[in-house]
């Protein structure tokens, strides 16, 4: 079977786009976000845990954990500090926040 490699890569479109004013704008809002899926992301993958894992760990059901991974990556509904203590917890992390002076 012949595999079809794209002809672009995800982060070379994401540099197209970010040529666009209107794109960068509203892609920079989203950098918090961003930054906070790749790490819950990467901490399960380091754990070595599905999100039906995750979930039992944090006494919920798998689609939860979809929810929210998936909230943080379209803006809707922001997890609670609880919720993200719970998810650290379980993907064998601890929760830190800190405040970073504005530029």
Not at 20 to 46: G, H, I, M, S, W
Not at 56 to 79: C, F, H, I, W
């Amino acid at each position: 079977m012949k595999r079809n490699i794209p002809a672009k890569t995800h982060h070379r479109m994401v540099e197209e786009w970010k040529r666009d004013p209107a794109f960068k704008v509203a892609y920079n809002e989203l950098e918090t976000e961003y930054v906070l899926l790749r790490e819950l992301l990467q901490a399960r993958q380091r754990a070595g845990l599905t999100q039906a894992e995750v979930a039992k760990k944090m006494g919920t059901k798998a689609p939860a954990v979809t929810r929210l991974e998936t909230a943080l990556s379209d803006n809707r509904q922001s997890p609670t500090l609880a919720t993200l203590k719970k998810y650290a917890h379980a993907v064998g992390c601890k929760l830190e926040v800190h405040l970073v002076i504005g530029k």
